[in-house]
């Protein structure tokens, strides 16, 4: 559910990148976001014994999942690796969709999720499910504040101090700048929410290894901050024009328009490499401009209270039914390999999972070394989304709630979603 903007123009359908000589092929499922980067390694990551040919999947990690699941579902045995939005892991190793990974690998990855290994454990306890590794992370992400210099100093914000979501959108809308988000009804809204929530201090739901049974707690204290926020900048000369629909790569074109100060964005890693490769390009920055571009910790909702940045990325899953689950385990640690993370970002904007590759990156050059150390931190301390086996559902629900953004009420929206959500959860509704 990233940097949608920079592959618009890609097709639909499968991009073959295929290695070795052998007949044998396992296929790879991934999302448009690094794709020149997968086929490179599809191609090197090949043997004498397999292929590996690159199947696209869509953009949205919603149609991703609806994709990945039907497939699976039916045991389909050419589903040999995917790329896995950490909310699906989850799910799909309770439903036994996904091989287990074994071994040496496996305990780092636990170990990591601990705090103690090479991974960050932000990324590394996204595949971990009832104390086994279900994947493998492959590109770590996070959100944070990217803002104009400019619009920051002409609104007094001190920006080397944390900054709340209220102090964002004030100082937009006195200054006549605006604030970007993903608010349309998809899962990034949720993304948004869930971090709202827990920046708050609460939760969307807690007891999730009870399945259907987790506590929903949207209703609460948090939840109604969290709905202020939303409401605020519903209400809001901040807000842009396509709020509600907003995703991604819509706010983009506001950072640098035409005429006017910019804006204040929460978005992922994507956007600094995004900004710099369209320098002077049709609908890019200037030089000027891009210098003008900044970045710090994701927006706090309560003023005192340390912020959640969201927790995102991609992890690689093997399907527990592939013909060939040895190989495609092999396949699948060459591709998360410390030189794939590193082309990933260095190429793609796409972070590491591991602190090796992070340090490898911070050495090239390619980023400010701030830039850096804001989203690894921001990995290690963010918020993940709720690890639930029926994280689906949970998502469903509140996206049917708390949508429209115009339409959130502090003082009824929680209470509404809550009741939804028990009711979905239970079984008495549908989504």
């Not at 259907?212 to 842009?240: F, N, P």
């Not at 979603?417 to 008495?428: C, I, N, P, R």
Request: aromatic content about 8%.
């Amino acid at each position: 559910m990233i940097a949608q903007v920079a592959v618009a123009a890609l097709a639909a359908g499968g991009l073959a990148a295929c290695g070795g000589s052998s007949d044998a092929v396992l296929n790879w499922y991934v999302n448009p976001d690094g794709v020149e980067v997968f086929e490179k390694y599809a191609d090197q990551c090949g043997t004498d014994d397999y292929g590996i040919e690159v199947q696209l999947l869509p953009t949205g990690a919603t149609d991703q999942r609806t994709q990945l699941a039907r497939r699976l579902a039916a045991e389909d045995s050419s589903t040999d690796l995917m790329n896995l939005d950490p909310v699906f892991v989850p799910e799909f190793a309770n439903a036994g969709w996904l091989k287990e990974v074994e071994g040496d690998l496996g305990d780092r990855i636990i170990t990591s999720a601990e705090g103690e290994g090479d991974y960050l454990s932000g990324a590394a306890d996204t595949v971990v499910w009832e104390d086994r590794a279900y994947a493998i992370p492959l590109w770590a992400n996070t959100q944070i504040l990217w803002y104009r210099e400019s619009l920051a100093k002409d609104a007094g914000l001190d920006m080397t101090q944390p900054v709340t979501w209220e102090q964002v959108i004030k100082a937009a809308a006195d200054n006549g700048g605006s604030v970007g988000v993903q608010a349309d009804k998809y899962e990034a809204y949720v993304v948004w929410i869930n971090a709202l929530v827990q920046g708050a201090g609460g939760a969307i739901v807690s007891d999730t290894e009870a399945g259907r049974d987790a506590k929903v707690e949207i209703d609460s204290e948090a939840g109604r901050q969290a709905a202020t926020v939303i409401e605020m900048l519903a209400d809001s000369s901040a807000a842009q024009p396509d709020l509600s629909v907003s995703r991604e790569g819509t706010s983009l074109g506001q950072m640098f328009p035409k005429n006017g100060p910019g804006e204040f964005m929460a978005n992922w890693t994507f956007v600094y490499k995004n900004y710099e490769g369209s320098i002077d390009q049709a609908g890019g920055p200037t030089k000027e401009q891009f210098d003008d571009l900044r970045w710090a910790r994701y927006p706090a909702t309560v003023e005192g209270e340390v912020s959640k940045p969201p927790v995102g990325g991609i992890d690689i899953g093997v399907g527990a039914f592939s013909k060939h689950p040895d190989w495609a385990a092999e396949a699948a640690a060459c591709i998360t390999s410390k030189q794939a993370q590193v082309d990933l970002a260095l190429e793609a904007g796409l972070m590491p999972s591991t602190n090796a590759a992070y340090d490898e990156v911070a050495a090239s050059g390619d980023y400010p070394e701030d830039l850096i150390e804001l989203y690894r931190t921001s990995v290690d301390e963010g918020g993940p989304r709720p690890k639930s086996a029926y994280y689906s559902m949970i998502s469903g629900a509140i996206q049917s709630t708390w949508h429209s953004p115009e339409s959130v009420d502090p003082d009824t929206t929680p209470e509404e979603s809550a009741t939804y959500l028990e009711d979905v959860l239970e079984g008495k509704s549908l989504l």
